[in-house]
């Protein structure tokens, strides 16, 4: 049969008519169907968490609904990976939830996006959050120009996974507290295996946390004049960087990361003996030690460059719970975000997941005083500080400290070669920054 | 008279219908490349994403500093290798494909096209995860088959060297289907009488191919090409799954650097200006081919 153009639209027409309206109709009705429902005066706070922790929070929130009638958490999970993409695109598109987990070197980044809101009016009338109750240093990490932006939820800092048995090998009863010790006893450790492919320290190039670690501890300020400008060429970094670098260089630390493809068999089969590391892998570790090498590793703090100092500082991690600025719950936010920083709560979603709980009460419980593993975490928070708070900081370490100290590890440049670079690279990053702040003396 | 009604109504039926296209791509293509070209001559960040105020033009100094990245030129050469190795194998596995399926003497050949075909139109995420999965150096099944042979398990994704590779092959499995089907296509438009004659006169089946199918291919291979280089040129989905660009930057490709530059560090400025410096080397690969295929024509 033959059908003429005509035919086919006007039959188009009576299929897709009804067809689009019927679902014009239909959705109409579940807009006005969840519209009416919202009437019932229930407060639903949208809270984004990040992979696992997202999955354990769930597990919290029914306790907090009990106690709080009229007020549910929605929690909704995002991938970590594409965590930090998907938060700014939905700042970007007003579309950001009223709390979310950040991890804290991320506040810097938000906070300049005036994307989360000062604390500080909250923090005065909390009786459950106060600065005191936190580690000084992750404090810190939260807070920007003064004003705090985030409250630390879940803590962690790097420190060294050592084997005990190796260092007993070499002499060694204790874990080395000075930079000094730390380089002899690789010496010795080094010495145990001659002509066998096997190192004493793990520092790989694609992770760029061990170089400021150290950085740090020797006193080096990373950024200058007012953060906008690369210090990587100072006397203090260089000294560290070389200190650090040596260990390639002597043949005590392996040299490709491509070697490595895992961290824990490399562990267990003795291809190193430290690895500088944070909570996250106690379990990890745990799974792979086991049977009669369940006994033979421990942690310890980071060495100190002089003996008074012990702990030598670290990183201060961890995530903190933020209230975004076009949250319209911000009070029942607020108290969300207080019920989880009880100690209770925070002891909690430690056994869930084994995230170290930010509020110190909570580390006086026996499941964490107890803990061999944790003694040398509760030691080093007590001397852990925040990486440069810019928004840019992610980018210079990520991108070019990681960059350059695999250059230097390959001989490709020397270390004044490489780190003059540095500068020059990280300076080309922040000379927005250096427009913004001149901009502001303009004002002025 | 009947006719002419007829005409003019369909043709603004036509328009009718063809309206919510064009505005759609109107909206969502001309828009926002337009905007993006701007984009490229600024220094639009993670700042001026807080504070519009903060945009600066600044001419052309994102391209000139592209020119002078490192990493920039890394992720050409990955996505140059990435092609180079690709598309000719691409090309060789679905016209293979193709004339197997074309040739009479298989059984079932629905069922092999729809086999062939499934990889296409499964979702690209999920089967770079599978493969992830397959490559593992523990538990893959690829090193497992490999074992059966001696041979000690391979890190495929963590080795500088063959990181790449294992992509490509990942790659070409899952598009070479698509490629297949337009072949076949080609394949059923070359006359049968040619070959007849060609058997007349004592051809074997390797001057047939080389002489009939090669040739009257043609425009179906320099259509193949163009499209599979424009894709593969655009590589993202596969590495940043699988590798995240590593190991070692070797796997990082454009738009992955791009992606990086622009939703990573938030400089969309410096990002766009890379978008651009990859569409014009897909529109100089792509008139190049032209060129090539009319003078082998002429």
Not at chain 1, 330 to 338: A, L, M, N, Q, T
């Amino acid at each position: 049969m033959y059908r003429s153009p005509n035919d086919c639209i006007r039959q188009l027409f009576t299929i897709c008519f009804p067809l689009f309206t019927g679902l014009f109709f239909i959705s109409l009705f579940i807009i006005l169907i969840s519209c009416s429902s919202r009437d019932k005066e229930v407060t639903v706070i949208k809270f984004w968490a990040m992979g696992t922790e997202a999955e354990y929070v769930t597990k919290l929130v029914p306790e907090f609904e009990k106690q709080n009638p009229g007020i549910t958490v929605d929690v909704q999970q995002i991938p970590w990976n594409a965590a930090q993409e998907k938060l700014v695109t939905a700042f970007a598109s007003d579309n950001t939830p009223d709390i979310c987990q950040l991890g804290n070197t991320w506040i810097p980044q938000f906070s300049s996006l005036n994307a989360i809101i000062r604390l500080d009016d909250f923090i005065a009338e909390s009786k459950v959050i106060k600065k005191k109750n936190y580690f000084a240093g992750v404090w810190d990490t939260n807070i920007m120009d003064s004003s705090v932006y985030g409250i630390p939820w879940y803590i962690d800092t790097r420190i060294m996974f050592y084997r005990a048995d190796i260092f007993r090998e070499a002499g060694y009863e204790n874990p080395p507290r000075t930079w000094h010790e730390l380089k002899e006893l690789c010496k010795k450790i080094k010495a145990l295996y001659p002509g066998k492919d096997k190192y004493a320290i793990y520092l790989p190039t694609n992770e760029w946390n061990p170089f400021i670690i150290f950085a740090l501890e020797n006193g080096a300020t990373l950024l200058k004049d007012n953060n906008s400008r690369g210090n990587f060429s100072s006397q203090k970094f260089k000294e560290a960087f070389n200190f650090l670098t040596n260990f390639h260089r002597e043949k005590l630390a392996p040299l490709g990361i491509s070697q490595v493809t895992n961290v824990y068999q490399a562990f267990v089969e003795e291809y190193f003996s430290i690895y500088i590391s944070g909570p996250w892998n106690i379990n990890e570790f745990k799974k792979w030690m086991t049977g009669d090498m369940a006994n033979k590793w421990s942690t310890a703090p980071m060495p100190s460059k002089a003996e008074d100092h012990y702990p030598g500082v670290s990183l201060a991690g961890g995530s903190s719970l933020v209230i975004f600025k076009d949250s319209k719950h911000k009070d029942e936010s607020w108290k969300f975000i207080e019920y989880l920083s009880q100690t209770s709560t925070q002891l909690e979603f430690y056994h869930l997941l084994y995230n170290l709980p930010a509020v110190k009460e909570a580390w006086k419980d026996s499941s964490l005083a107890n803990n061999k593993y944790m003694k040398a975490f509760r030691e080093q928070f007590e001397n852990v500080v925040a990486t440069p708070k810019v928004p840019e900081w992610e980018q210079i370490a990520f991108a070019k400290v990681q960059q350059y100290a695999e250059i230097v590890i390959r001989g490709a440049l020397t270390v004044d070669q490489a780190l003059a670079d540095l500068d020059k690279d990280v300076d080309k990053i922040l000379e927005k920054r250096r427009w913004l702040l001149s901009r502001e003396k303009e004002k002025e | 008279m009947k006719d002419s009604y007829s005409y003019s109504y369909s043709s603004k039926a036509a328009y009718f219908f063809l309206a919510p296209a064009v505005i759609a791509i109107f909206i969502f293509f001309f828009i926002p490349v337009i905007s993006a070209f701007i984009m490229s001559f600024t220094d639009f960040d993670i700042y001026a994403l807080g504070n519009f105020d903060t945009v600066r033009f600044i001419g052309l100094r994102n391209y000139v500093q592209l020119f002078e990245d490192p990493l920039f030129w890394q992720s050409l050469q990955n996505t140059a290798y990435y092609v180079v190795l690709a598309t000719p194998l691409s090309i060789t596995v679905s016209l293979g494909a193709a004339i197997l399926l074309n040739s009479k003497l298989i059984k079932y050949i629905g069922f092999f096209r729809l086999s062939y075909f499934i990889p296409y139109i499964t979702t690209l995420v999920a089967v770079a995860i599978v493969w992830r999965f397959i490559y593992h150096p523990k538990f893959g099944i690829l090193n497992y088959f490999l074992g059966l042979f001696g041979v000690n398990p391979i890190d495929w994704l963590g080795d500088p060297n063959l990181a790449m590779p294992a992509i490509v092959l990942m790659s070409v499995w899952k598009t070479f289907g698509y490629n297949m089907i337009i072949f076949l296509a080609g394949l059923q438009n070359i006359p049968e009488d040619l070959y007849e004659a060609a058997s007349l006169e004592g051809a074997n089946e390797w001057q047939k191919f080389k002489a009939i199918t090669i040739p009257m291919l043609a425009p179906t291979t320099l259509f193949v090409s163009i499209i599979t280089i424009v894709s593969y040129f655009q590589l993202f989905a596969e590495p940043y799954i699988m590798t995240q660009g590593g190991p070692l930057n070797k796997t990082l490709s454009i738009v992955g650097y791009m992606y990086q530059e622009g939703f990573r560090w938030w400089n969309m400025g410096y990002s766009a200006s890379i978008s651009f410096v990859l569409f014009f080397i897909i529109m100089v690969v792509t008139i190049l081919q032209f060129k090539l295929q009319k003078n082998r024509l002429a």
